[in-house]
Structure formats: C-alpha cells, structure tokens
C-alpha cells in the first residue's frame, strides 16, 4: 500500500507530464458546452457518470478472462461488448479530467494511457481470435487485464485519496448548527455586491439582490473554488422567466441561488444553501437537515 502511494505521489508531482496534459485538455474541453457536456459529467445523475459507465468494460473484460481461463466459448463476445463500452466511459472520464486541478490530471494522463493500451490490447486480442489464433487472442487478452488493474488503481487513487469525483461541500451540514442563528447586519451588504461571511467553521457566500439575502456555502461543490469571488448571472428557467446564479471561479460549475441547485457543471453535487430571513436589521440564517 504504503509503495502505491509513493508512486502516485511521484506522477503528481511529475511537472513535465503537463506537456501531455496541457495540449489534450484543450482537445476535451472543445466538448460543445451546456447539455452535452453536463450529460458526460453526470449532472442528472446527481454524481460523476464515469464511475457507473466504467463497471461494463471493467465487467466485460474481466468475464472475459474468466471464461477464457476455464476454457469455455464466450470471451470474445465480452470482449467485443468491453470495447464498444469503453467509448462513452472514455468521454465522461475525459470531461471530468479536464476540469481537475493539476496534480489529479497529471495522475489522470497516466490512468487514461494504461486503459488506452488495454483497449489496444484487447483490440489485437479480438483481431487473433477472429483469426483463430486463440493462444494468441487469449495473451494479449490477459495483458489488457493486467493494463485495465493498473488504469483501476490509479482511478481509484483519483476519486478517493485525490477526491477527483467527491463532493468538497458534503461536509457543510454536519458543521452548521442547526436552528436559526445570526450572520451579520444587513446594512454590511451592498446589493449586488457578493460578500463572504461565516456561519460558526463555515464559510459563505452572501449576495443581498432586491429585497433578497441569499447564502450558499462558499466552498464550491466540485472542487472547493470560492463562490464569492464567481460571477454572477441570470439563468433562463425551463418554465420561463429567470433566476439568479453564480459561476464559480475555479471551473465555470453555476449554481442557483434561491436552492444552490446546479444550473451547469462540471459540478454535480448541488450547493448547501440557506434559508434566510431579517429580524431587527440582522440577517439570519438556518441549513436545512443541518447537525
């Protein structure tokens, strides 16, 4: 274990792996924008899509190799399911990487190149089988098993101890209070102007517009970027009309402001958000399911 992370240290350390990472993010991230790209980060689902579309190649393949092991017909259809799978789990994946911090993507570039060789592997494997050369087909078919493990654990070592696909906001109930409690004098607030304050160990974002006081966590969802210092913005509703929302910084994710809901990714988590109100000239807030 301890030897793992050592190497996975290195590659997110290895600056000259940025000359592969730079020039292919600028490829991903010409994914038309909007519902194609949001569709490939998972925002219906509520979670990263890569993780779920990855489990058919991964099964595939792995059945692949137990069937070949025991001797028995069906590997190569498996394996023609695995490289056909592999097409949009590549595409999702790839939309979330670009829109990481350095070190994830420097790991990622070295994740993505292992399952490249094991679709060509397992390509080569289906060409010798439909050749019958079965020996053959069989080997390179266990050295894309052997090259799909690697691209596993440096996934794995993305999403848990890089939290590459995590929710960096999920923390926030479980730190607020809960109830209604003081944030600051409404008379801090210069409509249409973002403010940050804090809800006890939790920053916000804080924009008085109208006769409204809205407040999100500060922490964006996807990557923990500071909403307050985002752009703001009106979003057209799907019922018509408009509604008020944030870009953050770091990644371009937009979120609603009245619900925190997520209007665009790469984001997928939806943004804690508070319920607020004025009493004697001080604002108060209160997270709903906090505690």
């Known amino acids: 274990m301890g030897v793992r992370i050592r190497l996975s240290d290195r ?19 010409k994914l038309p924008p909007g519902g194609v790209r949001d569709a490939l980060h998972g925002v219906w689902l509520g979670h990263p899509v890569h993780p779920v579309l990855v489990q058919v190649p991964v099964g595939a393949f792995m059945s692949a190799g137990f069937l070949d092991a025991l001797g028995a017909d069906g590997a190569t259809s498996l394996i023609g399911l695995g490289l056909a799978a ?6 999702a994946g790839s939309a979330d990487w670009a829109e990481q ?9 070295v994740h993505a190149a292992a399952n490249s060789a094991a ?34 654990l ?17 923390e926030t109930p479980h730190l607020v209070t809960p109830g ?21 160990e939790v920053p916000v974002f804080v924009l008085r517009d109208a006769d409204q006081v809205f407040v999100l966590a500060n922490k964006c969802s996807h990557m923990s970027g500071p909403l307050a210092d985002g752009e703001l913005s009106d979003s057209v509703l799907t019922g018509g009309g408009e509604d008020r ?10 979120f609603r402001l009245r619900d925190g809901a997520v209007v665009h990714g790469p984001a997928t988590a939806d943004q804690p958000a508070f319920a607020t109100r004025i009493e004697a000239g001080i604002v108060q807030v209160c997270l709903p399911g906090a505690g």
């Open 86 to 91: 592999s097409v949009p789990a590549a595409l």
């Open 245 to 254: 929302c944030v870009t953050c910084p770091w990644h371009g994710s937009v």
């Open 119 to 152: 679709i060509g592997l397992y390509a080569a494997s289906l060409l010798a089988r439909a050749r019958r050369r079965t020996g053959l087909g069989k080997a390179l078919g266990y050295a894309g098993l052997a090259a799909v493990a690697v691209g596993g």
């Open 180 to 200: 209604w409690q003081d944030l600051m004098p409404l008379a801090d607030l210069r409509p249409g102007e973002p403010a940050k304050a804090a809800v006890g």
């Open 11 to 29: 590659l997110e350390r290895a600056a000259g792996l940025d000359r592969v990472v730079e020039p292919l993010q600028q490829v991903v991230r």
């Open 101 to 109: 911090h350095e070190q994830q993507m420097r790991t990622g570039v």
């Open 154 to 170: 440096l996934g794995g070592d993305i999403s848990y101890r890089q939290a590459g696909g995590a929710n960096h906001a999920e």
